[in-house]
T-cell receptor, first 118, second 116 residues
Framework: AQSVTQPDIHITVSEGASLELRCNYS??????LFWYVQSPGQGLQLLLK??????LVQGIKGFEAEFKRSQSSFNLRKPSVHWSDAAEYFC????????????????FGSGTQLTVLP | DVKVTQSSRYLVKRTGEKVFLECVQD?????MFWYRQDPGLGLRLIYF???????EKGDIPEGYSVSREKKERFSLILESASTNQTSMYLC???????????????FGNGTRLTVT
């Protein structure tokens, strides 16, 4: 069974500082990996996804993530954090439908709450 | 723009009541999902559906059932609500496109259910 670990429950950074949110996964094959963001009172929004190819993927809002197979990690980064980035961030791994190759369902991590100081 | 609408933002129900949570999407998506979100546990999949009248259990189906009579609507049913089902419930949908899932999950804003 697949699983996702986000070791940091809460991270606080100052506005303008760099950010890295950690994500480790467990999955028997090449995973489909995702980062979602949830603003207060909202549903989740996709930031970026990795399916194959280039291990450094770019997403919306200036975020990027790097897939490292040797470390089973998919960490999310942003070079300069804005106050509007304060939210909860979820990493997810997709299971692959063997017949079609598509990601059919996602397993989510427990989330990392980001606080941005002015 | 895809819209996933959950009929209630907040619900308060009593123990033992039958509870219906409704979700409607307007983009003809094949896939629909119900998750519950609890602090420190992230999102856990309850049930999902790939087509009308089709359903599959997720990771925590106990105490829940679902109904998908129409493609755009996916209902979560708590047959006899209990206090441990107090949670935030999130509905999501996605379009299955070809070999690779190009369409992300689109989430509703959630229903916060309190069972007293």
């Amino acid at each position: 069974a697949q699983s996702v670990t986000q070791p940091d429950i809460h991270i606080t950074v100052s506005e303008g500082a760099s950010l890295e949110l950690r994500c480790n996964y467990s999955y028997g094959a090449t995973p489909y990996l995702f980062w979602y963001v949830q603003s207060p009172g909202q549903g989740l929004q996709l930031l970026l996804k990795y399916f194959s190819g280039d291990t450094l993927v770019q997403g919306i809002k200036g975020f990027e993530a790097e897939f490292k197979r040797s470390q089973s990690s998919f960490n999310l980064r942003k070079p300069s954090v804005h106050w509007s980035d304060a939210a909860e961030y979820f990493c997810a791994v997709g299971s692959r439908d063997l017949s079609s190759g598509s990601a059919r369902q996602l397993t989510f991590g427990s989330g990392t709450q980001l606080t941005v100081l002015p | 723009d895809v819209k996933v609408t959950q009929s209630s933002r907040y619900l308060v129900k009593r123990t033992g009541e039958k509870v219906f949570l409704e979700c409607v999407q307007d983009m003809d998506h094949e896939n629909m999902f119900w998750y519950r979100q609890d602090p420190g546990l992230g999102l856990r999949l309850i049930y999902f559906s790939y087509d009308v009248k089709m359903k599959e259990k997720g990771d925590i189906p106990e105490g829940y059932s679902v109904s998908r009579e129409k493609k755009e609507r996916f209902s979560l049913i708590l047959e006899s609500a209990s206090t441990n089902q107090t949670s935030m419930y999130l509905c999501a949908s996605s379009l299955l496109t070809g070999v690779v899932l190009n369409s992300p999950l689109h989430f509703g804003n959630g229903t916060r259910l309190t069972v007293t």
